[in-house]
């Protein structure tokens, strides 16, 4: 199988028209198993699994967009052109991200237990420290309590332990791509530009992607409907089967039915008036170009510092940078200004040496002036930056010769502290 496409699994009428099926972080396409019986009556349906989900090959992919143009390749493989999709989780982001990029071959969305944003990207950079550290198993062993009610999770055992062995066999470093991709992903200014007939369907108990997650999807998308399920967490499609189904299908058939695709021939998700499931929130108001900072707009001040602030942000955490901007005043904004443009937007973007070396390189030379507080700082970049606590102790060993042991000394006790808190796995 070519890295540019991806496993995939076709069930229904060779002559039905194309439903894909997208599904969670952690998991397979197994997790839409109970909708396959009733949606393979009408549709020709695609599941595929993420990279080093499933049987799928461990190729893996950093960002949303890159998963939606491997969906893309695996379809024109097929000779699949316009198609409905539903998708789950990051099912779900691919599915919007395919909404924005290629409208002519999305016909109609349905957007399961999904986020415009989902939660921060400090959050999924630290779950990817952790899993570099401790491996999958933490991940997995919580996985029921964030996927599932506690009813459904002790009255089904079984369901329980197919869903931590889902994560527990996935490619550490794949799962570790895809929370780099979520980091990423926002698309709360581009939902006005998602053109198809949207159903957003959320669990009222999910914790992960909660329901003002859902809202503000529906809000957004200008053709949307929202629908509740009651009493379900984050794997709708697997704690409320049948619910899920019979929303997909109500969804699909009314945009399949009601407009002919081209050459006169129905197409799934057709523009086509389709029932309220739920009252759409009143719109909302963009996210604020500047969410924190410096009043000067960052459009203003050139490509630099635009580039400099995003690698900032990916460097050392959104919380780190938004405290240091929101401190800054008319007495330290221009200095904030300058380490933004020539540390992170003229040296760090500089593409002589990776992330990973430019972190050594940072660490020793912090050890050897003794800047305690910023080695604490870099250290947890070092982790962010695809560095183990094991290649920072040899970092911290290799100064103690050339820089002296006292200054290596206080460098462990600091990245000691500092790596007990990042990689320690929440619960």
């Known amino acids: 199988m070519s890295e540019k496409t991806l496993q995939h699994r076709i069930d229904g009428p060779d002559d039905a028209p194309v439903l894909v099926l997208g599904a969670a972080l952690g998991t397979t396409w197994h997790m839409w198993d109970r909708q396959i019986p009733e949606l393979t009556r009408q549709w020709r349906v695609i599941r595929f699994d993420l990279p080093g989900h499933g049987g799928s090959p461990a190729h893996a992919a950093p960002s949303v967009a890159e998963l939606a143009d491997r969906l893309i390749a695996t379809l024109d493989g097929l000779g699949v052109d316009r198609f409905g999709y539903a998708g789950c989780n990051i099912g779900g982001a691919i599915g919007t991200q395919l909404a924005l990029t290629r409208p002519h071959r999305v016909t109609s969305l349905a957007l399961v237990s999904s986020s415009p944003r989902y939660g921060t990207a400090d959050a999924w950079r630290q779950r990817g420290v952790v899993i570099r550290t401790n491996g999958l198993d933490p991940i997995a062993r919580t996985a029921p309590e964030h996927w599932f009610t506690p009813g459904f999770a002790g009255a089904q055992p079984a369901i329980v332990e197919w869903a931590v062995q889902m994560v527990r066999t996935t490619d550490p470093g794949c799962y570790i791509a895809a929370c780099e991709a979520l980091a990423s992903y926002d698309v709360r200014s581009s939902l006005g530009r998602v053109g198809v007939p949207t159903l957003v369907v959320v669990g009222s108990e999910d914790q992960v992607t909660p329901t003002t997650d859902a809202r503000t999807l529906a809000a957004g998308i200008p053709d949307a409907s ?17 619910a899920v189904t019979e929303l997909l299908i109500r969804h699909f058939t009314h945009a399949w039915h009601d407009k002919p695709g081209p050459g006169g021939q129905a197409a799934i998700g057709a523009a086509a008036p389709k029932p309220q499931i739920a009252p759409p929130p009143p719109p909302q108001a963009p996210p604020a170009a500047i969410e924190s900072g410096l009043a000067q707009p960052e459009q203003d001040r050139g490509g630099t510092y635009e580039a400099g602030l995003k690698v900032r942000r990916e460097v050392l955490g959104d919380a780190h940078v938004d405290r240091a901007q929101a401190a800054a005043d008319d007495f ?9 443009r020539y540390a992170w937007g003229e ?17 020793t030379a912090l050890t050897a002036r003794g ?3 910023e080695l604490a700082l870099h250290t947890r970049a070092a982790l962010r930056n695809g560095l183990t606590p094991s290649e920072i102790k040899e970092v911290l060993l290799h100064t103690a010769i050339y820089c002296g042991v006292p200054a290596a000394n206080s460098a462990f006790a600091v990245a000691q502290q500092v790596i007990r808190e990042e990689t320690t796995p929440e619960g």
């Open 226 to 242: 929202l629908a509740l399920v009651p009493g379900t967490s984050h794997l709708a499609p697997v704690e409320q089967p049948a």
């Open 371 to 373: 800047h305690k507080e």
């Open 347 to 363: 040296t760090w973007t500089r593409p002589g040496l990776d992330r990973r070396t430019r972190s050594i390189i940072t660490l």
């Open 332 to 340: 330290t904004g221009d200095f904030q200004d300058f380490i933004t």
